[in-house]
């Protein structure tokens, strides 16, 4: 048997007892829906992403041409710091979206899902900006 | 399939574009997931922000042509941070320090029916940088070197040779597993 036919038959046995569950098919076919048209992106501030001490709060720098948002993320808790825009801030995982006021800058949103996560805002001049996604 | 049309379509909202290349890559990415011997959960986590980053990344994929590559490279990153996050450590993709062997003749009636079972048990207890190797190269559709090294951080002129002598390692076990030798 050539190493070719046994991963042939490796592959069948991967197929047969470790199949892509149809969940995550599911999930991934409905991904597509979370497409962001005509919002600015604030991209994640590389070397912000990671600063994190062992128990400590997960911040995050997003930055785009009108607006800044900073997160601050312990445990199911999204506190954000933004310049550059006003009225709501929409907290969004791939399975949930929650809408806050922002008062002098701050927003705080509680019971949020551990996994993506990412915000939705609207600049002074009325422009959506939309946040990288990035993992809680 | 023509990668770059779809995923040009996707971009433009076109969900049977976006279905194909989920039908396509999915076995690569959840093969990827397993390799890096993620649980039910953190495997269907690392997969699904995969697709989302792809989503997100739509119309700006510098190279649509080699979106299986990025695809991994991307599930790679989620992987480890996954593990990163339960405090995990994944061993490195080394070199297998094994002498080569010349493949042993394998029974084929060895690999028909229930014994696909013994076989994905012996497969599982393989050292880890084997098992890694070797569940990215089961992925259906059959993935080519480039996507796997990307997946592992390896280079990609060492998955062949790496290939050949875990292969051979896993027969090795096979033909010694007891269970195996009695049906054969």
């Known amino acids: 048997m050539t190493d070719d036919d046994f991963l042939d038959v490796l592959r069948a046995a991967a197929a047969e007892f470790d199949p892509v569950p149809a969940g995550v098919v599911r999930d991934a076919s409905a991904a597509l829906a979370l497409r962001t048209l005509d919002a600015e992106l604030a991209e994640l501030l590389e070397s912000d992403a990671v600063v994190r001490g062992d128990d400590g709060p997960l911040l995050l720098a997003f930055e785009s041409e009108r607006v800044t948002v900073n997160l601050e993320i312990s445990g199911d808790v999204v506190r954000g710091l933004v310049t550059g825009a006003e009225g709501e801030a929409v907290v969004e995982t791939p399975r949930s979206r929650r809408s806050v006021p922002i008062l002098d800058g701050w927003f705080t949103v509680t019971d949020v899902p551990s996994g993506l996560v990412r915000v939705r805002l609207t600049a002074l001049d009325g422009t959506p900006v939309v946040t990288q ?4 | 399939m023509d990668i770059p049309a779809a995923v040009a379509a996707a971009a433009r909202g076109d969900q049977s574009a976006w279905h194909a290349l989920v039908r396509q890559f999915s076995g690569l ?7 890096y011997r993620l649980s039910d959960a953190d495997a269907a986590d690392a997969v699904q922000c995969t697709w989302i980053k792809l989503v997100e990344h739509l119309d700006r994929i510098a190279e649509p042509e080699r979106l299986a590559g990025w695809l991994a490279t991307t599930a790679r990153h989620e992987c480890l941070q996954l593990i990163r996050r339960s405090g995990r450590l994944p061993e490195p993709t080394e070199i297998v320090d094994d002498s ?6 394998l029974d084929h009636d060895l690999l028909v029916g229930e014994r696909n079972a013994a076989l994905w048990r012996v497969f599982e207890g393989l050292p880890d940088r084997c098992r890694r190797l070797l569940r990215v190269l089961m992925a259906s559709p059959p993935p080519a070197y480039a996507e796997v090294a990307e997946a592992l951080d390896m280079p990609v002129g060492s998955v062949g040779p790496i290939r050949q002598r875990c292969l051979n390692q896993l027969k090795k076990l096979v033909r010694g597993d007891e269970l195996l030798e009695e049906r054969s």
């Open chain 2, 100 to 105: 080569p062997d010349p493949a042993p003749a």
């Open chain 1, 133 to 136: 996604w990035a993992r809680s």
């Open chain 2, 29 to 35: 990415l959840w093969s990827i997931a397993r390799a």
